[in-house]
Each structure stands twice: as structure tokens, then as C-alpha cells.
């Protein structure tokens, strides 16, 4: 078990790269803005458990066998990739409708939260930079003196999903609840739909053409 001072400093570095910009909390912005507030944490909880997968394969050593075959890796960002430019092409195909306020959101909240969990956890496993991330960052902040060191990064592993679940679960509320007004217009909600799309394709684009 990693000290109490270890444990904080780790927490703090944590929140503030849960906070920089990047694919995880983008996804969960635009997955908020689009479905609303529910749909977003849905997602969050998808991602969060991506987490405990990636530390899991860096306790266990399968990470760094990733990390080390080029063809792994490649195979790993491709799936991820395509997995995105799926999402990228049911958002500009997504069609504008103009319901009454709340009413989508409630729906779309009630109709898929399992599938939006599943976009998470996809999301997050398919990136081999994380994990990739995971293999140079946890070891770290764990102190072979003090403990197994596959338990102290399971350790870390969940105090980095705490954090991510803190500062991904702010944007989704914020993000949904800014969508919610976006939604009552058709043409809004139109130019949101095509927005996510370009993000997403543009994400698709970066993690196929990522090195290792």
C-alpha cells in the first residue's frame, strides 16, 4: 500500500490530468452535450472501468507486452480508430429532432444507458496510449519496499479512476445541462450532431496515425 503523502500527490496529479484536454473527456463532453447529463455519467462509468482494465494489464505485465510488439499495438489503435469513425458516421448521419424540453433527454437517457457504459469502456481500452501511459506512469508513484508492486498499482489504478470519475462526472453535468438548451432547437441540435461528428473523425485520425 502506497503512503498517505504518496497517495495524495498521485490523487492531485490525477485530477489535473483528468482535466487536460484529451480524447477521454472530450468523448464525454460531446456524449453529454448530445444525449444529456445521464447518458454523460453513463459513459463515465464505461470509461472508469476502462481504467481498471488498463491497470489491471499493467499489473499483471500484459501491458508491457503491448507496449514492446509493434503489431499489438498497431492492431489496438486500428480497432479503436474504427470504433471511432463509427461514432463519427452515426453523428453526421444522426437526423435533428425537435421534441419538447426534457423529452429527449429522458428518453435517450432511459433507451441506451448499458450501450452508453459499453461506448465508454470501448473507448478506453481500444487506445493503446493509455495504456501505454499506464505502463510509464503508475510504477512511479509505488515503492517496491512497501509492497507487492501489482497491488500497489491496482491501488493507484483506482485512485486515478476516482479522479477521473470526479472531474469526468463535472463535465457531463455541466456539458449535459448546457446541451439540454441546445436541444430545444432543430438547428442546434443539427450543428451538434455534425460537430461531434468532425471531433470524432478527427480523433479517429490521431489515434490511427499514433506511435508507440
Same mark, same amino acid.
Given at each position: 500500500m502506497p503512503s498517505i503523502q504518496t497517495l495524495a500527490a498521485f490523487f492531485g496529479v490525477s485530477v489535473l490530468l483528468a482535466l487536460s484536454p484529451g480524447p477521454d473527456n472530450i468523448f464525454v463532453l460531446l456524449q453529454s452535450a448530445q444525449r444529456g447529463w445521464r447518458a454523460g455519467l453513463c459513459v463515465v462509468v464505461g470509461l472508469c472501468i476502462g481504467i481498471v482494465g488498463h491497470t489491471a494489464a499493467v499489473a499483471l505485465g500484459l501491458a508491457a507486452v503491448v507496449a514492446a510488439s509493434a503489431t499489438a499495438f498497431t492492431l489496438l489503435k486500428l480497432v479503436g480508430a474504427a470504433y471511432l469513425a463509427w461514432l !463519427?458516421?452515426?453523428?453526421?448521419?444522426? @437526423? !435533428?429532432?425537435?421534441? *419538447?424540453?426534457?423529452? !429527449?433527454?429522458?428518453?435517450? $437517457?432511459?433507451? &441506451? @444507458?448499458?450501450?452508453?457504459?459499453?461506448?465508454?469502456?470501448?473507448? &478506453?481500452?481500444? &487506445? @493503446?496510449?493509455?495504456?501505454?501511459?499506464?505502463? $510509464?506512469?503508475? *510504477?512511479?508513484? $509505488?515503492? @517496491? $519496499?512497501?509492497?507487492?508492486?501489482? %497491488? %500497489?498499482?491496482?491501488?493507484?489504478?483506482?485512485?486515478?479512476?476516482? !479522479?477521473?470519475?470526479?472531474?469526468?462526472?463535472?463535465?457531463?453535468?455541466?456539458?449535459?445541462?448546457?446541451?439540454?438548451?441546445?436541444?430545444?432547437?432543430a438547428r442546434a441540435q443539427w450543428l451538434l450532431n455534425r460537430g461531434a461528428g468532425v471531433v470524432f473523425l478527427g480523433l479517429a485520425l490521431r489515434l490511427a496515425t499514433a506511435q508507440r
Open positions: !463519427a458516421w452515426g453523428a453526421l448521419r444522426a @437526423p !435533428a429532432l425537435h421534441v *419538447p424540453h426534457g423529452q !429527449a433527454l429522458e428518453e435517450g $437517457a432511459r433507451a &441506451n @444507458p448499458w450501450r452508453m457504459v459499453g461506448r465508454g469502456v470501448v473507448m &478506453n481500452l481500444t &487506445n @493503446p496510449k493509455v495504456l501505454v501511459f499506464f505502463l $510509464a506512469f503508475l *510504477p512511479q508513484f $509505488a515503492d @517496491p $519496499a512497501r509492497a507487492s508492486m501489482a %497491488q %500497489q498499482i491496482m491501488v493507484l489504478g483506482l485512485v486515478f479512476m476516482l !479522479a477521473s470519475l470526479l472531474v469526468f462526472g463535472a463535465i457531463a453535468l455541466f456539458s449535459g445541462t448546457f446541451g439540454s438548451l441546445l436541444l430545444r432547437s
